[in-house]
Every structure is written in structure tokens, then in C-alpha cells.
């Protein structure tokens, strides 16, 4: 047991205060756990849970505001989650079990750190959590890693399924920190590993996330989120899709794709969309864009079958919103 101090942070700015010299506690279903196998050990806690950041509300022009509070059964469930962005109610849904998304937070999943086995355990080399240790899971036992956006350091997946429905709906992440608020697009908030896998995200240390913005898209109605897994629920992605497409007779107006479970970061998949977009919607255009989408792809040792799995859940989503839309 690693001793820490504890602090409740009454209001923003106390957590903002908090924020630079300890780790804020929101559903605690990453953080506790990383603490108890020693790969966390903060000086201080501050619990940011009594902060009003739990509504969902809507925005002038179409768009909806998620509370970096807000646990995700709330908001997958919300009437506006569910009705204008099936995507992401079915993306979160899809993730961990009743008990876990009753207490994990909308901030807290975006910052939530890789399944990666070499990380989670510190008798074991990982650049991720010791920098300059190497990397385990390059030579070792490499199944559930990468094969997009990986480096010769680190080849961890993004764990989050609802960051992959965010990536392809264009959110952006609201922070703000002493210099005031600024926003992150989604896409841009999480890092590839490159040369420093330790740093993972765009977010300040003394920075709160307050809320996630997910624009208008009308289309996104005909929207859908597919992941393949080992275990049918309870499971982190092997491969997953999130899909958005604009059919009109029979032509691809606009598409959406974003992928999970294979890349390093959540992926938007602009080589799919383009491949998509103008043409019919139909099988073998799916599977070109599917193909497009992997060309990039770099097989390890035991992963290489990613590759086969991640174009087949994207023709897979590609057809089932093809036929809704
Ligand atoms: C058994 C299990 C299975 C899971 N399966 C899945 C799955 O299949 N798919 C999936 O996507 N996820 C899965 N998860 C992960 C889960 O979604 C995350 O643990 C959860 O979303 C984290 O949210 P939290 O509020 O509990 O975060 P915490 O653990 O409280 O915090 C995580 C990190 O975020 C920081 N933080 C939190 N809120 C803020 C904020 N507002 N501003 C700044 N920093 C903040 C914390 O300081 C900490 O560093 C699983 C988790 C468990 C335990
Ligand atoms: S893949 Fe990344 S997280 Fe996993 S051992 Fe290598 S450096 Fe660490």
C-alpha cells in the first residue's frame, strides 16, 4: 500500500488548483485499479465527483454537450445520444459491464490507459510506464497490439470504444486550466506513441476536462458501432468499427469511419470514407474502402490475423447502415 494524501475539490477551480499536483478521481474505474497493481502511484488524489459536470444538454445548432461527469450508462441512454447518434450509445454500450459504466465518467474515459499486458505489470520492460525500459510486447507476446500507428517504442492499442464513435462524429473535448478553456478535437487529443509513448494525450497536467461537444450530424442517424471481441461481453476490442454513412438513391453523399481495437489511437479512417463517398453503396465498394482503410497496416508475430478481422467488421458495419440508410 502506497500512501496518498486525499482531497475533495469543492468547485472548478479547486480542482484545477488540485489538478497540477494530484490525480483527479472521477469514477475511479482506471485510476484505482492501475493504483492497486503499483502502475499508478499519485502523491494525492483529488476526487472531482461533487462537480456539477453531470448534464447532457443540447447546443445551439444541433449539437450536444456531454458533462466530463456524466457516467457513460447516462450517456448512452440519453434521448439525445440514443436518437442522433446511435453510434456512440451503441459504442459505449458495447464496452465493460453495467457496474463499470455506472461509474466510469465521460472524462475519465477518455483518459483511460491501454490493456497492454507488459504495461499493467512492473515486473515487466514497458516504455509506456518506465521510459527507456523497452518494450515488452514488440518480441513478446503481441495478439492484441496494434498493426496502425505503432513505433519501434510502443505498439499499444487505444482501449476506449466510445472515443472511436467520438473520433468519427468530430467531437471536440473541452478543457480548461489556470490560462482559462481552449478546446481539443477528439482526433487530435490522443498522441501517437512515436518517440515518447509515456505521453499520451494533449491535456495539460494542471488542465479539467468540463465537458465533450459532438457537433450536428444529421446523417449520423444512420449510424452504427461493431466490435469484435474474444468473449461476447466483457471484452476490449479486437477489432471494431464505428460507421456513419449519407445514402441518397442508392449513392454514398457522405461517410464516417472510425476504427478501434488495431491502432494505436482511436483511427479515423479517411482513405475508407474517401473510397465511399460518390460512389454506390454495395459490397465491393465496401471491401475497397475496407482495404484501403488497413493498407498501412504493420503485422506483429501474433496479431497479423487484426488485419483480416478489421476489414471484415468494417464491410460488416458498412452493410448493416448501408441497409438503414
Ligand atoms: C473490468 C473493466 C472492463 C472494461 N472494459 C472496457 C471496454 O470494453 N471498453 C472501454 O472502452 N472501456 C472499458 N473499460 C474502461 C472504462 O471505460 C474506463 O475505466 C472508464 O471509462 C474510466 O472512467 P472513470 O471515470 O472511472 O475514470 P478514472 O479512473 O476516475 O480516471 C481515469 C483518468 O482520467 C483522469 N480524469 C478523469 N476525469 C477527468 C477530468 N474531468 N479532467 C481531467 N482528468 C480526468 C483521472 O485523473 C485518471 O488519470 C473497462 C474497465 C474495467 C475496469
Ligand atoms: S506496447 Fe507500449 S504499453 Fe505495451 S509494453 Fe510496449 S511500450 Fe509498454
Not at 500512501?3 to 475539490?9: D, H, L
Not at 496502425?148 to 510502443?154: A, T
Not at 490475423?305 to 441497409?323: D, Y
Amino acid at each position: 500500500m502506497q500512501p496518498f494524501q486525499f482531497i475533495t475539490a469543492a468547485n472548478e477551480r479547486s480542482a484545477i488548483e488540485a489538478a497540477s499536483r494530484a490525480k483527479l478521481l472521477a469514477g475511479g474505474t482506471t485510476l484505482v485499479d492501475l493504483m492497486k497493481l503499483h502502475v499508478e502511484r499519485p502523491a494525492a488524489l483529488a476526487d472531482i465527483n461533487g462537480l456539477p459536470l453531470a448534464k447532457v444538454t443540447e447546443l445551439d445548432g444541433g449539437g450536444v454537450r456531454v458533462g466530463a461527469m456524466v457516467r457513460n450508462s447516462d450517456m448512452a441512454r440519453h434521448e439525445l445520444i440514443r436518437r442522433r447518434y446511435p453510434v456512440l450509445s451503441e459504442a459505449i454500450l458495447s464496452g465493460a459491464s453495467e457496474q463499470v459504466r455506472n461509474m466510469a465518467t465521460t472524462g475519465g474515459n477518455l483518459l483511460q490507459r491501454t490493456r497492454c499486458y507488459y504495461f499493467r505489470d512492473t515486473a515487466l520492460p514497458c516504455n509506456k510506464r518506465s521510459p527507456g525500459s523497452g518494450c515488452g510486447a514488440i518480441d513478446g507476446y503481441n495478439r492484441i497490439h496494434a498493426v496502425l500507428g505503432g513505433s519501434e517504442h510502443c505498439i499499444a492499442t487505444h482501449p476506449s470504444d466510445m472515443c472511436v464513435a467520438l473520433v468519427a462524429l468530430e467531437a471536440v473535448v473541452r478543457v480548461r486550466g489556470p490560462q482559462g478553456e481552449r478546446t481539443i478535437r477528439v482526433d487530435d487529443f490522443h498522441l501517437l506513441p512515436g518517440d515518447h509513448p509515456e505521453r499520451e494525450h494533449r491535456l495539460e497536467p494542471d488542465e479539467l476536462i468540463v465537458s465533450v461537444d459532438i457537433p450536428a450530424v444529421t446523417f449520423a442517424v444512420h449510424s452504427t458501432y461493431l466490435k469484435v471481441r474474444d468473449r461476447a461481453s466483457f471484452a476490449f476490442a479486437l477489432a471494431s468499427a464505428a460507421v456513419a454513412l449519407d445514402v441518397r438513391a442508392g449513392t454514398i453523399q457522405q461517410a464516417r469511419v472510425a476504427l478501434g481495437g488495431i491502432a494505436t489511437k482511436p483511427w479515423r479512417a479517411h482513405e475508407a470514407e474517401a473510397a465511399l463517398i460518390g460512389r454506390p453503396a454495395r459490397a465491393d465498394v465496401y471491401r475497397a474502402a475496407a482495404e484501403a482503410a488497413l493498407r498501412g497496416a504493420v503485422p506483429r508475430r501474433h496479431n497479423a490475423f487484426k488485419i483480416e478481422l478489421a476489414k471484415r467488421t468494417l464491410v460488416r458495419a458498412l452493410t448493416r447502415v448501408g441497409e438503414l440508410a
